[in-house]
Nanobody, 128 residues
Framework: QVQLVESGGGLVQAGGSLRLSCAVS????????MGWFRQAPGQEREFVAA?????????YYAESVKGRFSISRDNAKNTVYLQMNTLKPGDTAVYYC????????????????????WGQGTQVTVSS
């Protein structure tokens, strides 16, 4: 059983920063990519960022966050991070980390259907 626990969300003013963390347990971590998604009221869960399993860390971002958000991982700690800078009110959402169904590169890490395991979510609220 894979368990994912997000932390680091909160209330910040526009222009501020937050760092989200996702701790993974129950499964070997280093051979899997990881993703971050978010869901705002009335919207579908959307892709935010992903990182592959390589130590060099190829990364992928939604256009709406490119240049402001940065995903990283620490395999020794079984943890993935999302650094969020220059936050905007439009970033307000529940943020989820996700663990895919298969290791390696033969999957699309930007597609939510790729992921079988999800954290409980952490709320990020950005005020103006």
């Amino acid at each position: 059983q894979v368990q994912l626990v997000e932390s680091g969300g909160g209330l910040v003013q526009a222009g501020g920063s937050l760092r989200l963390s996702c701790a993974v347990s129950g499964r070997s971590f280093s051979s899997y990519g990881m993703g971050w998604f978010r869901q705002a009221p009335g919207q579908e869960r959307e892709f935010v960022a992903a990182i592959n399993s390589w130590s060099g860390g190829n990364t992928y971002y939604a256009e709406s966050v490119k240049g402001r958000f940065s995903i990283s991982r620490d395999n020794a700690k079984n943890t993935v991070y999302l650094q969020m800078n220059t936050l905007k009110p439009g970033d307000t959402a529940v943020y989820y980390c996700a663990f895919p169904r298969a290791p390696g590169w033969r999957i699309d890490l930007t597609d939510r259907k790729t992921y079988d395991y999800w954290g409980q979510g952490t709320q990020v609220t950005v005020s103006s």
